[in-house]
């Protein structure tokens, strides 16, 4: 028996010390100590022994049992350390390998015009307002003065929905003088930037779809004096103090006295050049003193309110802005382009 129980203990810690995983090392104590296992079987056969050897096997086996229950524990804390460290391994992560590098766009140079532009004239306590690009003819013309038979209302200048010509793609942002007139308490102060069209051709400073930034301004005692003012601010605060503007009598139907305003050439500084095609000027807006009939129409006594307005081109503002030469490569979005701003 003593033999039998030195073999159990010497072939016992030799498979523990060689078993891989926790699940070997726990199939191995089973085989050995379990209810059914080796030490256990011989643990049985005690009762065949004389009562003097009893006692000395018992103590012999008690010790194998520990000796093989302290190689167990041994054992399983060294597989458990060994898995943790594989699994870091695993499970490294290099923080110094470069990232994967996100492109993120910028805004386009026509927005970070018209941000700037919102920016001046919020500060000066306008309100921006916004308004449908499909809009009714009464609106864009009828509302404004303008009314049958105003060569502005011709199909060759104009894109209807309707063969009545009474929905159409705006082709200005004056229509939303009227909407603001309508639904807005006086006095008034307001902006209104978007997208409107024209049958244009397409070349360094046209094109069928464009935007503008229309302005009002409602109140009594209001005087061209108050526009001048307030453009000339706007253009100084833009394009940077003595930047020069001048104003030249105009016609529109729904302002009396009516003007455009021109900058001097960016390009140039007036002297002449393909950008300003050879005048030194660029016109860059329409404005003037809203007429009395268009007050009268939108419910407002012109004989105690009076208000100016512009309608201004964005794109040639952000040209000028930006220095850029040709309006056509705002709208292409060639990203080597977007890029400089
Ligand atoms: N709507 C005019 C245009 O598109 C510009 C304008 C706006 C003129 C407001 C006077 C007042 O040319």
Not at 85 to 108: F, S
Not at 311 to 336: Q, S
């Amino acid at each position: 028996m003593k033999e039998q129980l030195a073999k159990i203990r010497a072939e016992a810690l030799a498979a523990f010390s060689s078993a891989q995983t926790a699940a070997e090392l726990d199939a191995l104590r089973v085989q050995y100590l379990g209810k059914k296992g080796e030490l256990t079987a011989v643990l049985k056969q005690m009762g065949r022994l004389s009562a003097e050897e009893r006692p000395v096997m018992g103590q012999l086996a008690n010790e194998v049992r520990a000796a093989l229950e302290q190689a167990l524990e041994e054992m399983g804390s060294k597989l458990e350390e060994a898995a943790l460290d594989a699994q870091l391994k695993a499970e490294t992560v290099d923080v110094t390998i470069p990232g994967n590098v996100q492109k993120i766009g910028h805004k386009h140079p026509m927005y970070i015009a018209l941000d700037e532009i919102k920016d001046i004239f919020v500060g000066m306590g306008f309100t921006v307002l916004d308004g449908p690009e499909i809009e009714l003819a009464s609106y864009n013309f009828d509302k404004l003065n303008a009314e049958e038979g105003h060569p502005s209302r011709d199909w060759s200048d104009t894109f209807y929905f309707d063969k009545d010509s009474r929905v159409m793609l705006r082709s200005q942002t004056s229509p939303m003088q009227v909407r603001a007139m309508e639904t807005m308490e006086l006095p008034i102060r307001i902006i209104a930037p978007g997208r409107v069209y024209r049958k244009d051709e397409v070349d360094a400073t046209h094109s069928p779809m464009f935007h503008q930034v229309e302005g009002m301004v409602i109140d009594k005692g209001v005087t061209m004096a108050d526009l001048k003012g307030t453009l000339n601010t706007v253009i100084e605060k833009l394009y940077g103090e003595g930047t020069i503007t001048r104003f030249r009598p105009h016609h529109f139907p729904f302002t009396e006295p009516s003007c455009e305003m021109d900058i001097q050439c960016h390009k140039c500084g007036g002297h002449g050049c393909p950008t300003c095609k050879g005048e030194g000027w660029i016109e860059v807006l329409g404005a003037g003193m809203i007429h009395p009939n268009v007050l009268r129409m939108s419910g407002i006594d012109p004989e105690e309110y009076s208000g100016w307005a512009f309608g201004m081109g964005l794109e040639r503002m952000a040209m000028g802005r930006f220095k850029i030469a040709d309006l056509r490569l705002i709208f292409e979005n060639d990203v080597r382009f977007l890029e400089q701003f």
